[in-house]
């Protein structure tokens, strides 16, 4: 086929599920994993950790590790500091030591490297060395966190990095990475007026991400530049950082990032990427970091957090006002934590029109493992608290649950807690859409006997991130082939599909013609990173942009040859200008949305560019002699504008359902003195086949995001929203036990049913 700037004979590429781009090279096993990679001299590092939650460190004695036949280098941070005089890094605060420096933080900080040809013998010298700790202090709980005189850093140094967190200070003394407030009307006196105020207090745990592909990370130090391999989701973010830290140009630093088995948030921001930078730099050779399914447990986590709602309530079910207190569990390291208090912690009064709303919202330093970025921002963890806080509303003013929601959800147009207008939103789609597909008003079966059957529903909505910004390159080349040159990386969500879609849309021409460049700073144009769900939105627009522009030249030049571009061949303009099969046409675009910063009081009138909506239902059936119970059915349905390729987005709402379904029943970290007592997948048990309910819909409701590329925005997180509080929902109508701590467990229920029955249990 011979493209012209034109529809193809296959008619729209926008819209259709076509198989993703990358499949064949992933079931035939040649899709290319930083894992697999081995460069000629390359060293293996394994690192010597902390074994005490917080001290300061007396003595480190590598000198066994050293003399280890086969032991290539040890480094602490005193040979560090040799290369890199303050070697801190961070995207909110430079608060992270590539090794630790005179302090520990939490356990499981790295405290020395070992490098080695063969990475067993690197494992057996860690293994050897030892430090001497003078203990200190610890706090490992949120809300003690505010208090404590356990203090974690003494000193903070903003990053400045990111518009967004410019403001950053910190707050010296304290534990305190950031505090957001958010005041909308007079809250108090809006309770005072109330005919009834219901204050309830929630709490999740911290968990894990558990991408099947480990951190890995390979730097090689070639003579003019530093080429860095790495399963990152911000390659830009990761040459600007490394280049700072070495204080280097940008140009003498190159990320290159293939395929990603997974990423979730994990893998964002510096990870591994500093220490294997400057270990290799110190060692003159490639070095190259693989982390273990335990060491994960100490990289990054998900916060955990406790989450305080009032609401001041009218007879008939009205919500007057709200008051939240959330506090987010950040672990040692800030990481983007303090973004997560302030872009979630405003929707924390949820998808309701309230016109008085107090937010307080704190992001905490704590002795254990850092937390950041895991798929839903914060935003499950919150819609977690306020969706069961309205159940629980609804159930003590005997008013249904979708009525409930009926009579408070914002709908369009009206303003969201900071002042927002809510814009192309589909709540009230997807909530009314949700209540079709589980015939909500028709007679439930609530079983017989011990088992007892309920039926839960719950909504919720996120703020995309912003401002950030993408560019990208589209390269048509004289045979009428595109080549897209992004830095969206494709971590198995299927973005290289998608964008290779938008492309063929906006040219006229067969998704098979286009190409997708992997992420390399070299020759992939910025992206801030693929995160938040913003790719299809931003990146979306960026390449949309791009090709429009590449269009344009093309048609400019058929039009100096004499030639039409919408019924000449493409190949046939270039033969007329050069004379044979050469040339390119480059088109380029750039996108940044609007947005206002939030002033004092939490108020902006452009807090996004857009909103993602997620809904889900469950039915569950309870045995009131045991207490356990399973999920039967869940329906998933979001807003995600017109789908780019609606089977891939199918199963990205399947998917976001079911790492919430295990983050909702059985995931979670457990510690002892910051010691992670669980760090193994056979303990730290992940959702498998059998965990799947019976019965899982999942649709993409009738939308269309007007700003989007043509009408689209991403699903990534949307199907997460709903899931625990939907559970806990139907578990209550099932029984009458309602749990506010995740994960719901069998031993939880029974104790409800006994304490509801008079027999409570004792601890």
């Not at 305080?308 to 079910?317: A, E, L, P, Q, T």
Request: with cysteine; proline share 6%; aromatic share 6%.
């Amino acid at each position: 086929m011979v493209n012209t700037l034109g529809k193809s004979n296959n008619g729209s590429a926008f819209g259709r599920s076509i198989p993703r781009v990358e499949a064949r090279a992933k079931v035939t096993g040649k899709a290319e994993y930083v894992h697999n990679l081995r460069l000629p001299g390359m060293l293996y590092g394994k690192v010597f950790r902390s074994t005490v939650a917080h001290a300061r460190i007396r003595g480190v004695d590598v000198s066994a590790a050293r003399e280890l036949p086969g032991v290539h280098a040890v480094y602490t941070a005193a040979d560090i500091m040799k290369l890199v005089p303050d070697p801190h890094y961070g995207p909110a605060f430079h608060d992270q030591p590539v090794l630790a420096i005179d302090k520990v933080r939490h356990v499981g900080e790295p405290v020395a490297l070992v490098l080695a040809a063969d990475p067993h013998v690197a494992e057996a010298a860690a293994q050897m060395i030892s430090a001497d700790y003078e203990e200190l202090p610890a706090v490992f709980d949120e809300v003690e966190a505010m208090t404590s005189k356990a203090v974690v850093h003494e000193v903070l140094k903003p990053a400045g990095t990111f518009p967004d967190l410019k403001h950053l200070k910190g707050k010296r003394d304290t534990n305190i990475a950031l505090d957001f407030h958010l005041r909308r009307g007079d809250a108090q006196k809006a309770f005072a007026e109330a005919d009834h105020v219901f204050e309830h207090s929630f709490r999740t745990q911290q968990v894990l991400h558990v991408p099947l592909e480990p951190f890995v990370t390979v730097a090689d130090p070639t003579p003019n530049q530093l080429v860095i391999h790495t399963a990152s989701q911000s390659p830009s973010f990761v040459r600007i950082e490394i280049a700072r830290l070495l204080g280097w140009p940008e140009s003498r630093v190159r990320v290159k990032v293939p395929y990603l088995g997974g990423g979730f948030g994990a893998k964002l921001y510096i990870k591994l990427e500093a220490l294997v930078a400057i270990a290799a730099l110190l060692a003159g050779r490639p070095v190259k970091i693989s982390l273990t399914m335990e060491e994960q447990f100490y990289q990054i986590t998900k916060h955990a957090a406790t989450l305080r709602i009032k609401s001041g309530v009218s007879k008939d079910g009205k919500i007057l006002a709200r008051e939240c207190e959330v506090w987010w569990n950040g672990g040692a390291y800030a990481d983007i934590g303090p973004r997560v208090t302030q872009k979630s912690g405003f929707t924390a009064p949820g998808p309701y029109d309230i016109e008085h709303v107090a937010i307080d919202s704190y992001a905490l330093y704590t002795n254990l493992p850092a937390a950041g970025a895991l798929r839903g921002f914060g935003i499950p963890q919150l819609v977690w608290a306020y969706e069961s806080h309205t159940d629980m509303i609804a159930k003590a003013l005997n008013i249904d649950p979708l009525a409930i929601r009926r009579k408070n959800i914002l709908r369009e147009g009206r303003p969201q807690a900071t002042g927002t207008l809510m814009r192309d939103a589909g709540i009230e789609q997807v909530l009314e859409r949700l209540a079709q597909r589980m015939q909500w008003e028709k007679t439930f079966d609530r079983g017989s006997g011990s088992v007892r059957r309920g039926r839960g529903i719950a909504i919720g909505f996120k703020a995309s991130i912003s401002p950030t910004t993408s560019v990208a390159i589209v390269n048509v080349s004289a045979d009428g082939s595109v080549m897209v040159n992004c830095s969206t990386v494709d971590m198995g969500q299927g973005s290289d599909t998608a964008m290779a879609q938008i492309v063929a849309e906006a040219l006229g021409i067969p998704v098979g013609s286009v190409t997708l460049v992997h992420p390399d700073t070299d020759v992939t144009p910025y992206d801030m990173a693929t995160l938040g769900s913003r790719s299809t939105y931003h990146m979306g627009h960026a390449v949309k942009l791009a090709a429009e522009d590449a269009r344009d030249k093309l048609v400019a030049l058929a039009r100096e040859v004499g030639l039409s571009a919408e019924t000449v061949p493409i190949p046939d303009i270039f033969r007329r200008k050069y004379g044979m099969q050469a040339g390119n046409i480059v088109g380029v675009g750039s996108f940044i949305p609007a947005y206002a910063p939030p002033d004092a009081q939490g108020q902006t009138d452009n807090a996004t560019p857009f909103w993602m909506i997620g809904a889900t239902g469950a039915e569950v059936e309870v045995d009131t002699e045991t207490g356990e119970f399973k999920v039967t059915r869940l329906v998933n349905l979001v807003d995600v504008g017109r789908p780019v390729n609606p089977a891939i987005v199918e199963t990205q709402i399947s998917g976001a359902t079911m790492m919430q379904l295990g983050f909702t029943l059985t995931e979670r970290m457990d510690f002892d003195a910051g010691q992670v007592t669980n760090a193994s997948l056979a303990d730290y048990r992940i959702p498998g086949i059998r965990d799947v309910p019976a019965v899982m819909e999942n649709e993409a409701v009738d939308m269309v995001q007007k700003s989007g590329p043509f009408g689209a925005k991403g699903v990534g997180e949307s199907g997460t929203f709903g899931v625990s509080p939907a559970i806990a929902s139907a578990i209550d109508d099932a029984v009458g036990v309602r749990l506010t701590s995740l994960p719901l467990t069998a031993e939880a229920v029974y104790r409800g049913v006994r304490a509801n029955a008079g027999r409570p249990l004792e601890d």
